[in-house]
């Protein structure tokens, strides 16, 4: 009986054994940490300033966003081995990858554009004008909409993935920072960090649809800043990192109210998820650690130490 | 099918018909002679300012690209010897947006005539208290700190680094007297005070002797924890540094100072801006480009926002609670309602990095932490804007 039961047990953690990946935005590094073990694994070289991370649909291909270095890396994630650069324009910071596993959306962040790259024939396909220091990037479930927003635009820029071409733009507050689709792709997301707040649109019509913003016990409204956020399983919540305010807030997805805050290291930036979304991992970049977080709990329940300014996390199953 | 024709055509027209939203403003450099000072290291740049306005003049314009709203700037220089108020005049007459450079007393005489009535002026060059005090008006914003919010923020760093004992050399050019004052009034302000002040009053050459001069200029201070320089011509105070009797922290106009802007700053985005002008201008980006930034940043973000070229819809949007401004100083960027002035954080830097922002933490304030820094509403005795 009680073997069975450890059977049992052993099984679902091999399951879900996997991978956080950290960029290190002034370390030119990213660091691996163990969903498991919670702790930092390997350490692999980057080019410079990197920050953007995700891996291709079948996680053989880790894609990196060197910015100063003015491309993204392809690495081959159980080597660390770098394989090849892509052409990304200058200075990519944030990429999403479409759902067909073969297109790059890159914001180009002092260009002003939105770079298409097939990591196939390692080519640009199309450089879309958008609006000053483009950073957001987020693309439709069903691929036909690709999402740029820029910082000091203030824009949501809503990008046909047929033609490359913009057909709608939408207003937001002050610098927005990320953009995310819900799993059925009805509404999307964006934070805006200046401005405090998150836009919901509906995407049929690229209405505004709701805007929430967030109050920090003991900390001033002007410092509570939201960047990058994920959505649990079912879409049920999202965890938005509140930047310098040290607080992760947990958002209601069908009520849009705050329900929590936690808090985490220094300027929390990004995150991702393990593989059952049972733990979610938050870049710092001013304290330089991941905290981790029970999602069931809304605790943290430990500070990983890595490199000078995480920036990207992503994740990626190891069995 | 014809008929969709019509309705299409209809509305593209429609649209065309509300587009017409165009924002020409005027960037007015009024030129004044330098006083000299004893190194030429640092050439004060032609465009400064303008440089600024123009980056973002290009910043609303990409954002106006996506809305149908157009702007322009013009500039124009007026050489000294020529009269500014004149030139002001016919400006004024043509747009009633003026993005200023000139001294303080040029800047009244323009808010003054009779053409400035409604407009909208933003004063990009003068930190003079006045202008945010007694001397406010109406049509006269302030995207450049006042001295008091600059040496405000000094005084909170000597507070908390527990710099008590402090001791000032001031310059004899008005800038550096007016800046003394506003030092001396931040020092009451947080509690501290000078144990000493001398007058700079040298005509020596400082590159060949200052580490002769200096030491035995400073000795009779005796002991101190940091010295302030009110050195705003940037005289002798870079010789001061290191060449003082006691070893200790030089700070004010030189050494430790508090600034609107740096090319240091590259937290909270800075770094895109910094480069996004570098790459345009070829040289660094000053305080005063930044301040011209943010006035042409102002006007492009009440357009966006309201769809309006009209001053006094665009007036009432920027002192109203909706206006934030992304600075790239790491919170919104707002005017204070009751004399124009743009808040925002104070640098506090040395010339190879950041070391601190004012408001540094602890300094509370019961509306905006921001205001902690200059004269706040109680003690501003301006009218202007009631």
Not at chain 1, 215 to 225: A, F, K, T
Not at chain 2, 23 to 29: C, D, F, G, I, K
């Amino acid at each position: 009986m009680i073997r069975t039961t450890l059977a049992a047990l052993l099984l679902t953690t091999t399951a879900h054994a996997g991978e956080i990946w950290v960029t290190n935005e002034k370390d030119d590094t990213v660091s691996v940490i163990s969903t498991e073990t919670l702790e930092v694994i390997k350490t692999y070289e980057t080019g410079e300033r990197p920050r953007g991370i995700t891996f291709s649909k079948d996680f053989s291909l880790l894609y990196i966003c060197a910015s100063d270095s003015n491309a993204v890396q392809v690495m081959d994630p159980n080597s660390g081995e770098i394989l090849h650069d892509l052409p990304s324009g200058e200075d990519p910071e944030q990429f999403v990858l479409h759902p067909d596993d073969r297109h790059l959306y890159i914001a180009n962040e002092d260009d002003a554009i939105t770079t298409v790259v097939d990591t196939e024939t390692r080519k640009v396909v199309a450089q879309i004008d958008v609006g000053i220091e483009p950073e957001g990037m987020a693309v439709s479930p069903d691929g036909k909409i690709a999402i740029t927003t820029s910082e000091t635009t203030n824009m949501a820029h809503w990008i046909d993935t047929e033609t490359q071409e913009l057909f709608a733009n939408t207003l937001v507050d002050s610098r927005p920072r990320h953009a995310e689709f819900l799993r059925d792709g009805s509404e999307m997301w964006v934070s805006s960090e200046i401005g405090g707040t998150l836009t919901i649109f509906d995407t049929a019509t690229q209405a505004e649809k709701a805007k929430i913003s967030f109050e920090v016990q003991g900390v001033h409204p002007d410092r509570v800043q939201p960047v990058g956020f994920e959505f649990t399983e079912e879409d049920t919540h999202a965890f938005v990192a509140l930047g310098p305010s040290n607080h992760v807030a947990v958002v209601n997805a069908e009520t849009y109210e705050v329900e929590d805050y936690i808090l985490v290291g220094r300027r929390v930036w990004h995150m991702d998820f393990n593989e059952d979304r049972s733990l979610l991992f938050t870049t710092n970049g001013v304290s330089g650690d991941v905290t981790v977080i029970d999602v069931a709990k809304r605790e943290a329940i430990k500070s990983i130490k890595v490199g000078r300014f995480p920036w990207g996390a992503a994740f990626r199953p190891t069995n | 099918m014809h008929r969709w024709m019509t309705v299409l055509c209809a509305m593209c027209c429609a649209v065309t018909a509300t587009a017409e939203v165009t924002l020409n403003a005027n960037y007015l450099h009024v030129e004044v002679s330098l006083p000299p000072t004893l190194s030429n290291l640092d050439p004060v740049p032609e465009d400064i300012g303008l440089a600024g306005a123009l980056t973002g003049l290009k910043d609303n314009q990409t954002t106006g690209r996506f809305l149908d709203q157009k702007y322009d700037l013009v500039e124009t220089y007026v050489p000294e010897g020529d009269d500014p108020i004149a030139m002001a005049k016919e400006l004024l007459s043509a747009s009633p947006y003026l993005i200023l450079s000139a001294p303080a007393t040029v800047q009244t005489a323009i808010a003054d005539l009779p053409e400035a009535e409604g407009a909208l002026i933003f004063n990009t060059s003068t930190g003079d208290l006045s202008l945010r005090d007694a001397d406010c008006r109406a049509n006269l914003f302030h995207t450049l700190p006042s001295d008091a919010m600059r040496t405000d923020a000094l005084a909170q760093v000597f507070v908390q680094k527990r710099w008590t004992d402090l001791v000032m050399i001031t310059g004899t050019h008005p800038q550096d007297v007016t800046y003394a004052q506003s030092m001396r009034r931040s020092l009451t302000k947080f509690g501290l005070a000078l144990s000493g002040e001398k007058e700079w009053a040298f005509d020596a050459d400082m590159r060949r002797n200052a580490s002769q001069e200096v030491p035995l200029f400073t000795q009779d201070f005796g002991d101190y924890d940091a010295m302030i320089l009110a050195d705003e011509v940037h005289d002798f105070g870079r010789y001061v540094l290191y060449n003082t009797w006691e070893a200790r922290p030089v700070t004010g106009s030189e050494g430790l100072s508090a600034v609107t802007w740096s090319p240091v700053i590259e937290q909270w985005g800075a770094a895109q801006l910094q480069s996004r002008f570098e790459k345009a201008h070829d040289r660094q980006m000053t305080s005063q480009d930044y301040a011209a930034w943010a006035a042409m940043r102002t006007l492009g973000e009440a357009v966006t926002r309201t769809n309006a070229v009209d001053p006094e819809a665009l007036r009432a949007y920027i002192l109203s609670d909706a206006f934030e401004l992304a600075g790239f100083k790491g919170r919104p960027l707002t005017y204070r309602a009751w004399n124009g002035q743009l808040r925002q954080p104070i640098a506090i830097v040395h010339p190879r990095a950041l070391v601190a922002q004012a408001p540094l933490d602890g300094f509370l304030h019961q509306v905006n932490e921001l205001d902690s820094l200059g004269l706040d509403q109680p003690e501003s005795t301006c009218e202007a804007f009631q």
